[in-house]
């Protein structure tokens, strides 16, 4: 479908390979220039009765329904529970272009591009992994400090290009993300005590937010072996065993039908669901370990663990 448009497009325009010479002929720079350019002018052409039209309809402009005094609350009781040695971080609204599709092999057409070689954070945990692979390479350099971990976590509103359809889904949502860098510690023993560590975070902040009023019950925690069985038992001791004795009113257990995440995750992911009595039971957080780390260090030892939360999905519904 694309391809056809592409075709048509150069049909329209008169220009013969017009695709290949913005992509190929032409630096990242000069193009830049070009559709500053392009963009000004489409900007001085916009009448306000049109520029309101387009608030109107664009869904990538709507503000959030949620209550912000309610989440600013959220993100005051988060960092308060947040695991001892996790440092917060205010990330830019950009990041590099291509963060989605080179870090976490997600469709470029998923993401808001800009002009100026960047896009919209469509998912904070990418930008996260970014920030740790410059931090763990800092400390793999100096002496004593290979094996210290980079633990790392952000709230912010991102913007993701697919139409969401449901209760509660739209482009732009505040996400509560956490990332932890380090090194391999064998037999699966780093990914299995950050896994245990946020998945609790998860699980405690979805209790606590009952103190602001966000009534969620019947807690779930369902965790996915992509590694057909070679890691089941270490999980059953090492991740689930220990989440049913801190949280033993929440069930916590495997979910061999999940498919989705196979090739993202690296052998194990988890989601986190909650009840709440309007919309049934919802799904708030999703997370797992990738190899984002190793491909952009250039090293097999390197591991990271990532999830995040849909905080408006923590709100009563509006």
């Not at 001085?44 to 387009?54: D, G, S, Y």
């Not at 100026?116 to 990418?126: G, H, I, L, P, Q």
């Not at 009023?213 to 925690?221: E, F, K």
């Not at 801190?246 to 979910?255: K, L, Y």
């Amino acid at each position: 479908m694309i391809e056809g448009q592409i075709a048509r497009i150069e049909r329209d325009a008169e220009v013969a390979r017009l695709l290949e010479v913005l992509t190929e002929r032409i630096a990242p720079t000069d193009l830049q220039s070009l559709l500053l350019e392009v963009y000004s002018r489409l900007a001085a052409a916009t009448p306000p009765k049109r520029l309101l039209e387009q608030y109107e309809h664009n869904r990538f402009v709507a503000p959030s329904a949620a209550n912000p005094r309610l989440l600013v609350e959220i993100d005051r009781l988060a960092w308060k529970l947040l695991p001892e040695g996790y440092v917060p971080l205010e990330l830019a609204p950009l990041c590099p272009l291509g963060t989605n599709s080179t870090v976490a092999s997600v469709s470029q057409n998923k993401v808001v591009s800009t002009v100026r070689n960047t896009e919209v954070v469509a998912d904070s945990t990418n930008v996260l992994a970014l920030e740790c692979a410059r931090r763990r390479r800092r400390l793999r350099q100096a002496a004593g400090s290979r094996h210290e971990p980079v633990l790392l976590a952000a709230s912010q509103r991102v913007t993701r290009a697919q139409v969401f359809t449901g209760s509660r889904m739209s482009a732009s949502f505040r996400l509560l993300s956490l990332c932890a860098g380090g090194r391999d510690e064998g037999s699966f023993r780093f990914e299995a005590t950050q896994l245990v560590e946020q998945i609790a975070f998860h699980v405690r902040l979805i209790r606590e937010v009952a103190q602001l009023g966000c009534h969620l019950n019947a807690i779930r925690v369902a965790l996915t072996d992509f590694s057909d069985g070679r890691l089941t038992a270490t999980l059953e001791d090492q991740v689930l065993h220990p989440l049913s004795e801190r949280f033993p009113d929440a069930r916590c257990h495997f979910d061999p039908t999940r498919s989705a995440g196979r090739g993202y995750y690296d052998r194990v992911c988890f989601k986190v669901f909650a009840t709440e009595r309007s919309d049934g039971e919802l799904e708030l957080a999703d997370g797992g370990p990738t190899p984002w780390t190793r491909y952009l260090l250039s090293d097999q030892k390197e591991r990271l663990v990532i999830s995040g939360l849909g905080v408006e999905r923590l709100c009563p519904a509006p």
